[in-house]
């Protein structure tokens, strides 16, 4: 499963604000962000640390809903030929992601994208969903990928009916009884699918990470090198930008030069100014998910370093946030030092079914 019109001038507009009020909070005044980030710096980087809590996990508004989507999104029945799941593309032990640069669809053939990571998303509240955000919420990125997109067979020449796959579900004794507890008088048909498929998403918690332990106070959690690496991610280098907060994403959509044919936010917008602006993604486990990007056109994390730095391709619709940087080679080791620092154990579901 790859993942708004009248809103979106205001959408837009309070987007802008947002970056460039953000953009120039870091820009004014890096050297003391820095100095107070170090890891030596006391209040100052405490102050920070402070924002990068993680909250408790979301409670479970229906355990039985979310136990039917976990079924369901390790069930290749739920997709036209029967034989690909979400899972296919949404591995747990990698963040629920795949390291494939074009995972295959149900038609077999390369996606133009790679797939997204899931953790975290329940805490993104009415965040559009999707590299391009073309889906307005989880349940409907779930009900266009089974009925129109990447689990629909849409790109062969024996399209499966979305009526098909309904029933297929629908005639599936071990479904009736959870279908039944979790949704009762609901019918079991597309609609009903995607909302166990979207409540189960949304539990998917990241793994506790040794960043976390660092914040919680413990000092050996991380090396210095992944302190010093804090410290420019949300200083000098202006990361935290865009990968803020705990899940280290704004949920926004930015243009920083990576592509020229794929349009991304802009083709779904229609607005120029949007144009190759993909969706921040969360950095969590993001040292196991190498090629990076949403088209997989970087290696290694030491090489996203050096394209930030770069800037990207320089062009109108490229992020005002996007400015080049000078590193040296001690600091991109750290910054990547603390990349790596947000892997956490991501748990398997299907143990549980």
């Known amino acids: 499963m790859t993942y708004y019109g009248g809103e979106m001038n205001i959408t837009k507009t309070a987007t802008t604000l947002s970056v460039l009020f953000t953009a120039c909070a870091l820009t004014q005044a890096p050297a003391n962000l820095a100095h107070a980030q170090s890891p030596g710096a006391g209040s100052g980087l405490n102050a920070i640390k402070r924002d990068y809590r993680r909250p408790a996990p979301r ?16 069930d290749s029945r739920i997709s036209a030929s029967g034989k690909t799941s979400c899972g296919s593309c949404h591995f747990p032990e990698l963040g629920y992601v795949v390291t494939d640069a074009h995972p295959l669809n149900d038609s077999g053939k390369g996606t133009s994208r790679k797939s997204q990571p899931l953790i975290g998303l329940g805490h993104a509240g009415n965040a559009l969903v999707g590299w391009d955000g073309r889906s307005p919420t989880l349940e409907a990125q779930a009900k266009a990928s089974i009925a129109t997109g990447s689990m629909s067979m849409r790109e062969t020449a024996t399209p499966v009916k979305v009526e098909t796959i309904e029933e297929r579900v629908r005639s599936a004794p071990d479904y009736a009884a959870k279908f039944n ?122 090489d996203v370093v050096r394209h930030y730095e770069k800037g990207g391709i320089d062009r109108p619709s490229r992020s005002p946030m996007l400015v080049p940087i000078q590193l040296t080679e001690q600091e991109r080791l750290d910054l990547v030092a603390f990349m790596e620092t947000l892997t956490g154990k991501n748990e398997d579901p299907r143990a549980h079914q």
Request: glycine fraction near 8%; hydrophobic fraction near 40%.
């Open 181 to 302: 507890a979790a949704l009762p008088d609901r019918p079991i048909d597309v609609d009903t699918i995607a909302l166990a498929l979207a409540a189960f998403e949304r539990t998917l918690e990241p793994g506790i990470a040794p960043f976390d332990r660092w914040i919680a106070g413990d000092e050996k959690a991380i090396p210095e090198a992944a302190k010093r690496g804090f410290a420019l991610f949300t200083g000098k280098a202006s990361c935290a930008a865009c990968h803020g907060g705990w899940r280290f994403t704004d949920d926004q959509f930015h243009d920083i030069g990576t592509t020229t044919t794929d349009q991304g936010r802009g083709k779904e917008t229609k607005d120029a100014s949007l144009n190759f602006a993909f969706k921040t993604p969360t950095l969590r486990s993001v040292a196991q998910r190498a090629p990076y990007m949403h088209n997989a056109s970087i290696a290694t994390l030491a």
């Open 59 to 74: 409670p479970v508004d229906n355990p039985a809903l979310a136990d039917l989507g976990r079924k369901l999104f390790f």
